[in-house]
């Protein structure tokens, strides 16, 4: 599991580890990592022209430190200060008698625009808001320059515990960042700032309950329901589909083409595009009648294409077991009846699905996605999978909020959610908890949409098609 953790997190840690060691030995860490990280980028560290952008913070201390040091293996380093007169005072000194320069801000074009490699420490996790307007001006210089850039900590201008970018921000060619992974750093829109994000170890002790994790490929192989000795179809996971109308058939098929592919026992289907759902796929249990009538089901996916069916989305709703509530669903399910279910539900918005849920733009949500998804999941008392560049999952009850690292612009297709409110109900089904069943659906989606893209466009029914194979990827 990749975490990442609050910027209050990471400084009571700091303070903790600070209070048993030297003075400057945490910067010394961090300054070590960041200089051998810049030397891995650069063909070769003697001769080779850096700048360092040194902010007022500790953030341009571990610049000068890094630079010092990359000055001593013979790179010609210059420190172009923001903040003459607040330097980093050991930082500074450090530098000088590595026999490198400093120059204040109005010096900085003739050397950013013949530097080899640039070091944003401008500012790190001490940074509100977007760049203010002298280091803009600066990282104009160095976007022009077409520099190597390397963010200290993180790109400066990007907010650490949100993704947001206020203004302007650098954007970096790699971010190596301290301790922990800082939430905006797994975020879009941040996320894109921040280029190749290496981490370096400087020894914090970090509560094991971070603000944000990522599954990793062994979290999700150790995640998948498997089928033993002692299953039968129904033991597996049997999953209800209620989607799907006469105008959008289409829907009704590519979420049971998804659950087809999660690992359930059998998949019943419930609507007007029986005909068409059996069609593609004789293997369904396809009933008439309400969804409540269809016999057992360990979970149910509603509203992916069901028009204005309010009542087959309440008597889904009315049923105790998991449900997952998707697309037209989400717009049809009453809020009270969300809020006061006992069994697990989830909810998969899109930003602007999201946008209407909590009565705020589109743009909104875009711009702060982790807040957005936090606040859909308190309001809803409902595990919230949030699509998007960077889908995001929140628990019901508050606690890590979990990044897909898998994604893929291939996957934003029409029918392309259709696909994972299937797969992602299927897993329900075979008995994993919302958080669980929403993000590993949304990886095996994700590496199913790059699959079938390979480059070239995919359909929501290749992204489908690919599942099998991702899967055997995954517990390989
Ligand atoms: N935590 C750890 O474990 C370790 C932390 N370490 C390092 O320390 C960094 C944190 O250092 P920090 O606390 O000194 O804050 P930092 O990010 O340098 O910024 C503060 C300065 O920036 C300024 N400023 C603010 N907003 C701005 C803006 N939008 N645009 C421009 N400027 C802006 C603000 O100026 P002021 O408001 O005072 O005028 C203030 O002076 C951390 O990211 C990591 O690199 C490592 O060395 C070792 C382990
Ligand atoms: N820019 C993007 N990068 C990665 N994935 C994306 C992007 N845009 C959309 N997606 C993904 O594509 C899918 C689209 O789902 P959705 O918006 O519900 O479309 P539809 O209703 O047509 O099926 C989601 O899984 C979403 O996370
Ligand atoms: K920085």
């Not at 971070?210 to 033993?228: F, N, T």
């Not at 999952?393 to 029409?414: D, E, I």
């Not at 079938?452 to 194979?469: C, H, Q, R």
Request: charged share 20%.
């Amino acid at each position: 599991m990749r975490t990442a953790h609050s910027v209050e997190t990471v400084r009571a840690a700091e303070r903790a580890l600070m209070a048993e060691l030297p003075e400057g030995a945490l910067m010394q860490r961090a300054a070590a990592g960041l200089a051998a990280a810049c030397a891995d980028l650069l063909p070769r560290v003697y001769g080779a022209r850096v700048v360092l952008l040194v902010g007022s913070g500790d953030n341009g201390g571990d610049a000068l430190y890094a630079g010092a040091r990359l000055a001593r293996r013979g790179a010609g380093v210059t420190a172009v200060l923001l903040a003459p007169e607040r330097t980093h005072e050991g930082g500074l000194r450090a530098l000088r008698s590595a026999g490198a320069q400093a120059v204040p801000v109005d010096g900085a074009a003739p050397v950013v625009a013949r530097a080899d490699l640039v070091m944003d420490g401008i500012v790190g996790i001490g940074g509100k808001g977007g760049l203010r307007p002298d280091a803009a001006r600066l990282v104009s210089l160095v976007r022009e320059s077409g520099a190597l850039v390397v963010a200290v900590d993180l790109p400066s201008g990007v907010e650490a515990d949100t993704g947001e970018v206020l203004g302007d921000a650098v954007r970096a060619d790699a971010t190596v960042t301290f301790g922990t992974y800082k939430p905006g750093l797994l975020i879009d829109p941040a996320l894109t700032y921040a280029g190749a994000v290496r981490l370096v170890d400087i020894g914090l002790s970090l509560p094991p309950a971070p603000d944000l994790e990522a599954l990793q490929y062994a979290d999700v192989a150790a995640l998948l329901p498997e089928p033993g000795a002692s299953s039968d179809k129904y033991r597996r996971g049997v999953v209800g589909i209620a989607a799907g109308s006469a105008t959008y058939p289409g829907a009704a098929v590519l979420a049971v083409a998804g659950a087809l592919r999660g690992g359930a026992g059998a998949v019943r289907y419930v609507g007007p595009a029986a005909d068409e759902v059996l069609a593609r796929f004789p293997e369904v249990l396809v009933h008439a009648g309400p969804p409540s009538a269809a016999g057992r089901v360990q979970a149910w996916v509603v509203g992916p294409g069901i028009g204005d069916d309010a009542a087959r989305v309440a008597d889904v709703l009315a049923q105790d077991v998991p449900v997952l509530v998707d697309a037209d669903g989400l717009r049809l399910a009453d809020p009270s009846v969300l809020r006061g279910r006992t069994a697990p539900t989830v909810l998969t918005p899109h930003a602007g699905e999201a946008a209407a849920l909590l009565g705020v733009s589109r743009e909104s949500v875009e711009s702060g996605r982790l807040s957005a998804v936090r606040r859909l999941a308190a309001e809803f008392s409902a595990t919230v999978l949030l699509k998007g560049s960077t889908t995001l999952v929140a628990p019901a009850g508050g606690g890590p909020v979990r990044v897909n690292p898998t994604g893929s612009a291939w996957l934003a297709t029409a029918g392309s959610g259709d696909v994972l409110s299937g797969l992602c109900g299927a897993l329900l089904s075979a008995g994993l908890g919302g958080v669980d069943a929403a993000s590993v659906g949304a990886y095996l989606h994700g590496l199913a949409g790059r699959r079938a893209a390979s480059g070239a466009p995919a359909s929501a029914s290749d992204v489908a098609g690919a599942l099998p194979a991702v899967w055997r990827d995954v517990r390989g």
